[in-house]
């Protein structure tokens, strides 16, 4: 198959971007690396998530906002076309709150957050601890948790099966997805990228380079110097239990199959996905003072990933000006966004531009000297 | 089923599976005693429930897991028997409260 475009990257941004690709009758070969590799798609929370994102930057609301609106559809079709349940579920979700201070100091944040979106209904409320008491009847609270924030867009998902179904889903569409299929450089050829992989080479009109922490090396072959850096972050996974934990949380939340996430830790130790007793402790000591009957439940996993972190914490979406055709995607929270991965950014990659709301995004926002 | 090949004589205590009370002897695990029982298993599984019954007997494979003294999920081949202990045996998916 000679490929109408390659998208370099198999993660949850890569993948989504491929399979909306090849919906869309384009030839799409997906290359993916290997296990050696940082793969935040195998180590996320699995939050599809609105509540508190977006301060600075009303763009990347709005897009939330609009990746959430699309992804029960998204969904419906990916579910149809490879028969992977993904455990979407959209109950709203919560961010608990210890002590009045914090619960005030949230109401404020949100309150910023829906003064800076300027129009429509507030889509969250402040739950006090009656409230949420109503809401979690099988759950006790610890007594620091004076409420919690509730934001009735959130929910969550199953993000392994997320992954396996839009890789099933780029193969369903008439796409190639390739493992262990490293690019080590990408070269104009002509119109053309020339990429150079181990032992082999391949010609493809464009190219996106969603490759996580390994993109900005590509992107700079191409004109594109996107700064990037790692964020560790590390989870913890409990044995199976009854469902007791409805809707997620920020930090907590209970998985279709019993098990409850909880998580993530923010750290900075570079390329690192060691695991620290640390974490461990400052996890289980947060999560017990929201719920301490987990105190007494057992922890069966331990795991830490790396987000894939621009400075100011927003994606990256960018054409190359130097070498069009060539583009590059790059995010945090990837499973959020995944539906308008596969949907709006593909499409405008398939059209061979990105369109104006998605300005904000590009990296030359990273150039502009900041005021004093 | 297993049996106890001795009489644990005057020393034996008193613990409780499911209610009943069952005769033991101190120093051998909950999960020797859980094998002398006629329903020779101790928990089902979260997923399929299929039953299971203690397996490596060393602290390895977590089929022994029982509810003992309201605390779920303990491995009873590690947990030493003692008097009036309250064992449960755990169906699927354990709950918060225990
Ligand atoms: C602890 C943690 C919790 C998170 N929780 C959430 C959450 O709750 N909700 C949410 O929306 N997001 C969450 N995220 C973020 C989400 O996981 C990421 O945004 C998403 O996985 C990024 O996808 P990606 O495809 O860009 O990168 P990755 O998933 O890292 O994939 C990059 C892929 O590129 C491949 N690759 C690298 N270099 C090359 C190369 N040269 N050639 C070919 N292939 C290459 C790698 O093998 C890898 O498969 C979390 C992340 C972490 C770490
Ligand atoms: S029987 Fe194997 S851990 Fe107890």
Redesign the interface.
Known sequence: MRPDIVVIGGGTVGAAIAYGLAGKCNKVLLLDGDDGDFRAARANFGLVWLQGKGLGMPAYQALTRASIALWRGFTERLEAETAIDLAYEQNGGLAFCLGEDAFEKRRLDLLRLHNQRGDGEPDWEMLDRPALERLLP??TLGPDVAGASFGRHDGHANPLRLLAAMHAGVLRHGGALRHRARVRRIEPAGTDFKLTLDGETLVAPRVVIAAGLGSPELARQVGLDVPLRPERGQVLVT????P?LPLPASGLRQTG??TVMIGATKDDPGFDVSTTGEAAARLSRKTVQI?P??A???LVRQWAGLRIMTPDSYPIYAQSQSHPGAFVALCHSGVTLAAFHAEDLASAIAAGSLPGRLSPFHQSRFDVPQAA | MFRKLHDPGPQAVTIFIDGRPVVAEPGESVAAVLLRQQEGWNRTT??SQSPRAPYCMMGVCFECLVEIDG???VQSCLTPVAAGMRIARQQ??????A
């Open positions: 099988k759950v044995e199976r239990l009854e007791f199959e019993g719920v009957a987990l007494r439940v057992g | 979260p997923v605390q779920g999920s699927g998916r354990r709950s918060l409260s």
